[in-house]
């Protein structure tokens, strides 16, 4: 796993790797519906011939507009979204965003279970 790329947007910071993106909001972000058209440029450029997974690590806190989620659902190479918080209050809205994702979702309490579970994912998904 090695990182090849990294941006310092002003509303977060994006880390890619091979088959997956990492995304740290900063805080007191809203996440909007308009923020999909970011990251479908990201997926495009980076992972434009592969399957991919997005995982939101919310060290800090922050809101998303779970209608944002319906956008993303239509990204057609990204698998899955993990969430990662230790937070309860941040896992309660999680599981509320979940409800408009229409593809796999988790939360994990480290970035360390979510990127074994991105595994997981690509695997299942080149069966």
């Not at 994702?101 to 970035?111: H, M, S, V």
Request: one cysteine or more; charged letters at 20%.
């Amino acid at each position: 796993m090695s990182m090849f790329h990294y941006y310092n947007f002003p509303h977060c910071e994006a880390f890619i790797f091979d088959n997956f993106l990492i995304t740290q909001i900063r805080e007191g972000i809203t996440i909007k519906p308009e923020h999909n058209q970011e990251l479908r440029q990201i997926i495009d450029l980076h992972f434009s011939n592969k399957n991919m997974v997005y995982i939101s690590n919310r060290f800090f806190s922050y809101a998303v507009d779970p209608l944002t989620y319906l956008g993303t659902s239509k990204i057609h190479n990204l698998l899955a979204i993990a969430i990662v918080t230790d937070s309860d209050i941040a896992k309660s809205n999680a599981l509320l965003e979940s409800m408009f994702y229409e593809k796999k979702y988790a939360i994990y309490p480290t970035l360390s279970q979510a990127i074994c579970w991105v595994n997981t994912v690509i695997i299942e998904e080149e069966k």
